[in-house]
């Protein structure tokens, strides 16, 4: 016999019995509520949400026109810091069909950074950084090489134009300098 909408218990489709998916579709009551606040809290304590990750994703989804190239990272393996650094270094390689892009960003205190790069083949470009709080804006040299020599630190995106188009041929996805 099927029960009229809200009048007894309702089953999923497909239970076995009466009693199983009693609550499918039921509204929640005090008990579920408190159910849901426990699991919550167990879960913010074991495995909390980073701190910044809602503001880089939104910075990360930021539109840009549909025929941009995305740079995708390349896998690298980890190399070691210069023997003479002094604070954090990495590398990352980006790369699409047409473009490599290999930047070096250098922690220089707890809100710069400074982005070393070049590009390959070594054509002229426009490149803009944008940050979470400015934009900033380079050119290659003839040999391809870029620098942000004072950059904040926080989320950012690189996008590459040619000289004299408006429309980027490539962007990076967000990155955390």
Do not use: K
Request: proline residues 13%; hydrophobic residues 35%; charged residues 20%.
């Amino acid at each position: 016999m099927t029960e009229p909408p809200g009048d007894g218990p309702r089953n999923v489709p497909g239970g076995d019995s009466p009693d199983e998916g009693l609550l499918a579709g039921a509204p929640l009551d005090l008990d579920d509520s408190h159910l849901l606040d426990e699991i919550r809290r167990l879960y913010t304590a074991a495995d909390p949400v980073p701190p910044g990750l809602a503001a880089l994703s939104r910075f990360a989804m930021d539109p840009h026109p549909g025929d941009v190239h995305l740079l995708r990272p390349r896998n690298e393996p980890a190399l070691p810091a210069a023997v003479r650094a002094t604070g954090d270094l990495r590398t990352v390689t980006f790369e699409t069909p047409d473009l490599t892009i290999v930047v070096t960003i250098a922690v220089l205190d707890d809100t710069t950074a400074r982005l070393d790069g070049w590009t390959a083949p070594a054509t002229p470009h426009h490149l803009t950084l944008r940050t979470s709080s400015t934009t900033l804006t380079t050119a290659t040299d003839p040999l391809g090489r870029f620098l942000f020599e004072r950059t904040p630190r926080g989320p950012a995106q690189l996008t590459v134009h040619r000289p004299g188009e408006e429309t980027p041929v490539a962007v990076s996805p967000a990155l955390v300098l």
